[in-house]
């Protein structure tokens, strides 16, 4: 199985630093423009762009590090965000936040990082009761911001809460890392149903509801995976009644999670849905969510049956070239459930780094 995972995985990492727009993009673009499929965004292929998907491949290639049998990516780090920086970077914003969380160990990057925290701190938009609010870069253009007028959305943990943790941790600043603890607590309390231990997409403050309460796949991943990687971030520096809450939270979620797994081992984009399609981004973050927090001895062996299976679904969604098949573009919170099932299906930086820090983690368990 080792063997296994670590040629698909070098196949994944090939593809991602290659990754081109996708063959049927001018399908996807006429789809798109009649209603009839959601979800194209021209940043989510590649990794020409500064922004979310390119933050979550940055992350991915990161968990490679010490990693026997595969290179340091110090050196292409170092080198994208020189490129990136040349080129202009984007207006701050929560997604384009992401890749910070990798490059903040740089010390080309330092001082950009420092001036990002600062606008997370002092600047970026809040909601009531201070959540962080959910402003993303235009559907066009990274000089356009999308608001998103006091929501907040569960990707906003790992996109931007994950860094203010680490960069609190790293300048030993109390207030940032009360920050991201708080942020955590925040979108627990309004995106969490306890009903079925599920994470809606997001909270509207001005209507007071989860929009469509749709329980999205992949933005119940985000979270299976943000939680473990902040309790390890956080260590010591994070009062037992917040981590109590962090962890309940992770495990209850999970416990639902095992139980809605497909049989074919990937999860619905609807978690709760069977008509839904099943997806591979979303499930590939969710296992390796489950995976780490077996690591991290935060959930018991009895887990890795439902690992095994996901984990052999997802590499019979690895193509002879190394593309990530079966992976939902970028999703907006829809106004309807309906909606997440028109999302388009494309090769994007994120499905390929999602794989990527699943396998890279699946890498730690000899015992799969």
Not at 123 to 136: A, D, F, L, M, S
Not at 304 to 327: F, H, M, P, Q, Y
Request: hydrophobic fraction near 40%; aromatic fraction near 10%.
């Amino acid at each position: 199985m080792q063997d296994t995972i670590q040629h698909e995985l070098k196949k994944v990492i090939n593809q991602l630093l290659h990754l081109k727009r996708p063959d049927n993009e001018s399908h996807l673009k006429e789809l798109a423009a009649d209603g009839k499929a959601l979800g194209y965004f021209p940043r989510d292929f590649g990794m020409d762009e500064w922004d979310w998907p390119q933050g979550i491949g940055l992350y991915g290639l990161n968990k490679l590090t010490n990693q026997e049998g595969f290179d340091g990516y110090q050196d292409f780090f170092v080198k994208w965000s020189n490129e990136q920086i040349e080129r202009g970077l984007p207006l701050k914003n929560v997604n384009t936040t992401a890749p910070l969380l990798t490059l903040m160990d740089l010390p080309s990057v330092e001082k950009l990082a420092l001036e990002w925290m600062q606008w997370v701190e002092n600047e970026c938009p809040r909601t009531k009761e201070n959540g962080i609010q959910h402003v993303t870069s235009g559907n066009t253009s990274k000089f356009e911001l999308n608001l998103h007028d006091q929501e907040i959305w569960i990707d906003t943990l790992f996109m931007v809460v994950l860094f203010t943790a680490k960069m609190g941790k790293k300048y030993n600043n109390p207030g940032w890392m009360n920050e991201a603890t708080y942020q955590f607590a925040t979108h627990i309390k309004h995106i969490f149903n306890p009903g079925n231990s599920l994470f809606f997409h997001g909270y509207d403050f001005n209507h007071q509801n989860n929009f469509s309460a749709a329980h999205w796949c992949r933005g119940n991943s985000w979270f299976t995976l943000a939680a473990p990687e902040f309790l390890e971030i956080m260590q010591e520096s994070i009062t037992e009644e917040s981590r109590d809450l962090i962890f309940d939270t992770y495990k209850a979620q999970v416990d639902k999670l095992v139980e809605l797994q497909h049989a074919n081992g990937l999860w619905h984009t609807l978690l709760d849905d069977k008509d839904s399609y099943t997806e591979v981004s979303g499930s590939a973050a969710i296992t390796a969510g489950i995976l780490k927090g077996i690591r991290l001895g935060l959930l018991d062996s009895s887990y890795l049956a439902t690992c095994r299976k996901a984990i052999a679904a997802v590499l019979e969604n690895i193509s002879e070239d190394g593309t990530v098949l079966n992976v939902s573009g970028g999703t907006p919170v829809c106004q309807h459930k309906e909606d997440y099932k028109k999302i388009v299906f494309a090769p994007t930086a994120y499905g390929q780094a999602l794989v990527i820090v699943l396998l890279a983690e699946a890498l730690y368990h000899t015992e799969l």
